[in-house]
């Protein structure tokens, strides 16, 4: 990676801010000891922390932080997301399952309450938690956002995160997607197309979310990686089951088919798996369940473990500081 990046680390009891030394990276600071982080996304200098207490805002690259919880309901925050045309236009997804939504950078928030009313309507939950669902995933094609459901299903909304809807119609009989989505990913070269890694396959819908096609019934998965470059390319973060026989698998087809991809990697994992993967530049990093955190070149696919001092990683971000 190259040496003008910073790199986020959200983990279990801080964020944790490193730096490229070389073709290797240290640690340069840990702050906001304490919190539970979940999630973590940078928009030039500004940083927004997602944490089990709230959002915490930092505006000079994560030197220093403020909690900008005004207008949440909701503090134990599961992901955040920014709209990649929009500066300023940040999504929340909370545990229980809610969104909120910040025009202006993370200062303040406005809930959803349609999507409140749908947890509560169809009966959303967690397996490992007694709350009502969660949000973990956003995407984005112009003013159409769509968000993932743990358990619940998939979200859309027409009118860049105002309000909501299930992608499916709870009345069609066919077509719907395996309720546990994990995480949700658009393409660029796509307004229509979709993926969504879930707890009963890799599904992909052609239509915007309306009707869904499961390419990979067998595989349990959270994490996709899709090429912006190529359409037909991903890289899986799949398992047997939540903890049997994780790896990482690559498809050229669009999903159709996959190969293994985890060189690198002593595979098959028996107790953990790809949480999330992150891209920096030319390099992809994946965040495993088990608190690690790997990273490989795209060009060629081979991984290697960086950072083990970091322990219990949950989601990792970096800004691309200007030379």
Not at 26 to 55: E, F, H
Not at 229 to 245: F, K, P, Q, T, Y
Not at 304 to 315: G, N
Request: aromatic residues 10%; proline residues 5%; charged residues 20%.
């Amino acid at each position: 990676m190259s040496n003008q990046v910073r790199l986020l680390l959200a983990t279990s009891n801080c964020i944790a801010i490193c730096e490229s030394s070389g073709d290797d990276w240290r640690v340069v600071q840990r702050d906001l000891m304490g919190n539970y982080a979940t999630s973590v996304i940078a928009q030039q200098a500004q940083v927004l922390l997602g944490t089990r207490n709230g959002i915490f805002r930092s505006d000079d690259m994560g030197d220093s932080w403020r909690l900008v919880n005004n207008g949440l309901t909701i503090h134990h925050i599961r992901w955040i997301a920014g709209h990649p045309d929009s500066p300023g236009l940040i999504f929340a997804g909370s545990e229980p399952a809610g969104i909120f939504l910040s025009t202006d950078g993370g200062s303040s928030w406005r809930g959803t309450p349609e999507v409140e009313a749908l947890r509560e309507e169809q009966r959303w939950y967690l397996p490992y938690s007694p709350e009502a669902g969660c949000v973990r995933g956003f995407a984005f094609s112009g003013r159409r956002a769509y968000a993932a459901v743990e358990v619940g299903g998939t979200l859309v909304s027409d009118d860049g995160g105002q309000s909501w809807e299930l992608s499916t119609p709870p009345t069609s009989p066919e077509g719907r997607i395996h309720p546990d989505v994990h995480s949700v990913e658009t393409h660029p070269s796509s307004g229509e197309m979709i993926v969504a890694p879930t707890g009963g396959g890799f599904y992909v819908s052609d239509d915007g979310g309306v009707n869904w096609v499961n390419h990979y019934p067998s595989s349990y998965c959270r994490a996709v990686w899709w090429d912006p470059e190529d359409i037909n390319h991903m890289l899986l973060g799949s398992a047997d089951w939540v903890n049997r026989n994780g790896r990482v698998e690559e498809s050229r087809d669009g999903g159709f088919s996959w190969q293994p991809a985890s060189d690198g990697l002593d595979v098959p994992w028996g107790k953990y798996m790809v949480e999330r993967f992150t891209q920096v530049g030319n390099e992809l990093l994946a965040v495993l369940s088990n608190g690690e955190v790997w990273s490989s070149n795209l060009e060629d696919i081979s991984w290697h473990r960086i950072l083990p001092e970091v322990r219990d990683v949950k989601a990792a971000g970096a800004i691309l500081i200007a030379d």
